[in-house]
């Protein structure tokens, strides 16, 4: 069976570039940067390069950057690091649709006796930058809004929300794990204070991320340790996936055209022949300001996990926003955000692509998702129902 | 991803008895849209009174619909005595078990049943009757108290799983928790003798018993994995054995003595029997 995977908005393929310059560090380059001898010292240059190419895709500087062990302590870092530099501000403003990364951290100091904005989304899952500017007060110590949605791609309007945070002359801290890579950013013509990035999502391994600081940030290290990343983050540097990481970044930045073209046209494709062939589907978010790479689209009357397992078993992995398949019993906190209906919030699914689709693949989706749809709206009671509702039995 | 079973695959993958009857004898529906899950529920009686026809519809995920049908291969042709007597347990059992957190769904099929069955009756289940305690996915206390005892939930979590009770906002865990101890506290009142007395066996009938008992629960089991065993003597309640075959020079096979071998004849025989090994 083939495995057509368009599920990357949940993780990535190492790219084979990137898995091959990584490897010596596990054998013969196994030197610490920090010591004394060139042993480590050779080391060290290959991290500053690495560190370089992380820094080039995203318009900063070398020093500006900061590698964690993955996107959640990029922003737990990001959020805790400020609070303890500002620790007589107790006030927080964020979304209602971050990632568990941001939303679970404020959730925990909610309950510390912080106090937790969280701005709203409307029907198209898009943010008003505007209400924020009733909303930061003077004991407001950070605002943390993400740049692009992971379930619906929706892209927010980070510039506009950093101009409102800087003329407060707030820190703004931007969650872009699923932005980096997709879409340009540049930091040089930038409000972003802090930004975090999330290496598996962009063709390096699971467990390395980056958190941008940008100079002259408050910030105390979330890592407590040694001198490593400028004393901002302790802990013995993870040389072989920083390596891979800044291959990986290299690499991004060449794709980046290539992820606006021509995996826009695929992903396009895909949606408007769904929507074709499929009755009562809807598309889930503003379709104009959205990831290249994703298609959230909602099946009313049908259960995700249900047209996950049926897609799973011709090979095809996708994710859902469905209450059954995290394990909670409600659907996903940003479709229910966004007011979808219960009709269609069950049965979401998301296509996420990468540079390594084809066309074939999307066709491969395309014959074979009608049927799985019709088959459980078969068996579906309220199927039938809306049918005759409408007049069509 | 869910580890299910094949059982559950399979069901899900093809359903039995999907449809909805026309003029149904019984029809029952619970669950939601808003809830993600619900099943409809209709059945026709033979002119014996037993389930002669049972169609099922069900929105939700994999395990919903493999328990819906699985609900209606295990009541067809049973009269409405018998299959009101079916349990969640039971639905889950048929599959070869479900997820913990996926209880919900066989849940959902014994209620479908109970409210066909009441619809046949003429009754009529209303929730109006009973106290909404979670008010997100509307479980009265009457599903959760019945929940408790079929299960033997003792956590707020696992009534969760089992009844969705308590999986939105979290304001009604304590109520829940009240409910768990009231339930545990009446089923303590009402729990029989942990275990009926055995009645006293004599010598032979002992003897008898372990054999048949080494025959049919223990043998074929060891024999699956290459063993084998020999009875070689009894004396009081002490039983000798020899291990055979991969048996008896497996690293494992005191732990097979004690654990499997000894358990088995306490639970057939007597709580007193001892086994022993026999070495070449």
């Known amino acids: 069976m083939k495995t057509v995977y368009v599920d990357n908005n949940a993780t990535t393929k190492v790219a084979p570039e990137v898995l091959e310059v990584m490897l010596p560090y596990f054998s013969e380059l196994y030197g610490n ?57 107790r006030h927080l403003i964020t979304t209602r649709v ?49 740049y692009a949605n992971n379930e619906t791609g929706v892209i927010f309007p980070i510039e506009e929300i950093g101009e409102i945070v800087k003329a407060k002359g707030i820190p703004f801290h931007t969650d872009a794990v699923q932005a980096a890579g997709k879409i340009p950013l540049n930091m040089k013509k930038s409000t972003i204070d802090m930004l975090s990035i999330s290496g598996h999502k962009l063709h390096a391994p699971k467990g390395i991320g980056v958190l941008y600081i940008r100079k002259g940030t408050k910030f105390s290290p979330f890592m407590i340790g040694g001198h490593q990343e400028k004393g901002r983050r302790g802990g013995t540097e993870n040389v072989p996936y920083i390596i891979g990481l800044g291959k990986a970044c290299e690499l991004a930045k060449k794709h980046l055209d290539e992820e606006n073209t021509r995996i826009r046209v695929l992903r396009d494709y895909l949606e408007k022949k769904i929507l074709e062939t499929i009755p009562s589907a809807m598309v889930n978010g503003d379709r104009v300001h959205r990831l290249p790479n994703t298609l959230s689209i909602s099946f009313e009357y049908v259960e995700g996990e249900s047209i996950l397992l049926l897609l799973s078993d011709l090979g095809i992995c996708a994710s859902s926003g469905s209450a059954c398949t995290s394990g909670s019993l409600e659907p996903s906190h940003v479709l229910r955000a966004m007011g979808v209906p219960f009709t269609a919030a069950h049965g979401s699914i998301r296509f996420s692509l990468s540079i390594y689709n084809t066309k074939e693949e999307m066709d491969y989706i395309i014959e074979h998702l009608p049927p799985i ?21 | 991803m869910w580890d299910y079973t094949e059982k559950v695959k399979d069901h899900f993958l093809n359903p039995r008895n999907v449809g909805e009857i026309e003029d149904p004898d019984g029809a029952g529906e619970v669950g939601s849209l808003a809830c993600g899950d619900a099943l409809r529920l209709t059945f026709k009686l033979d002119e014996n009174k037993r389930i002669k026809d049972v169609r099922f519809k069900t929105f ?9 049908s699985a609900l209606t291969e295990i009541i067809k042709g049973k009269t409405l005595e018998e299959a009101a007597k079916v349990t969640n347990q039971d639905i889950a059992n048929y599959l070869g078990g479900l997820p913990v957190e996926k209880m919900h769904c066989s849940v959902m099929g014994r209620e479908a049943l109970e409210t066909a069955i009441a619809n046949y009756r003429g009754q009529k289940v209303k929730k109006e009757d009973f106290e909404v305690v979670c008010n997100c996915f509307g479980v009265t206390d009457r599903e959760i108290i019945k929940a408790i005892r079929e299960n033997d939930l003792k956590t707020v979590e696992q009534v969760t799983y089992y009844t ?3 999986g939105g906002c979290g304001q009604c865990h304590p109520k829940i928790e009240a409910l768990i101890e009231k339930v545990t506290k009446e089923m303590k009142k009402e729990a029989p003798p942990a275990r009926p007395e055995r009645k006293k066996l004599t010598n032979i009938q002992k003897i008898k018993l372990i054999e048949e008992t080494l025959g049919r629960e223990i043998i074929p089991a060891l024999k699956a994995d290459g063993g084998d065993l020999d009875l070689i003597d009894i004396e009081g309640n002490k039983v000798y054995v020899a291990l055979r075959g991969k048996c008896s020079f497996c690293p494992s096979s005191e732990l097979t003595l004690k654990q499997y071998v000894e358990m088995k004849l306490r639970e057939f025989v007597s709580d007193d029997i001892e086994v022993e090994e026999v070495r070449p």
Request: glycine share 8%; aromatic share 6%.
């Open chain 1, 33 to 89: 940067p920090s010591s004394m001898h060139f042993f480590g010292g050779q080391v060290e240059k290959k991290v500053n390069e690495a560190r370089e190419k992380v820094a080039d895709i995203l318009g900063a500087e070398p020093s500006e950057i900061v590698f964690t062990s993955c996107g959640t302590e990029s922003d737990n870092a990001a959020v805790l690091g400020t609070l303890d530099a500002y620790p007589e501000k």
């Open chain 2, 164 to 166: 969705k009770a308590g």
């Open chain 1, 98 to 146: 971050e990632h568990p990364a941001i939303g679970n951290v404020c959730t925990y100091l909610g309950r510390k006796g912080y106090r937790i904005t969280e701005l709203s989304v409307d029907r198209e899952g898009q943010l008003d930058a505007d209400e924020l500017k009733e909303l930061i007060k003077d004991e407001t110590v950070l605002v943390s809004i993400m």
């Open chain 2, 60 to 68: 939700g995920c994999a395990s919903a619909i493999a328990s819906s």
């Open chain 1, 373 to 393: 749809i019709q088959r459980l709206r078969d068996i579906s009671p309220f199927w039938k129902d809306y049918l005759r509702s409408q007049g069509k039995v």
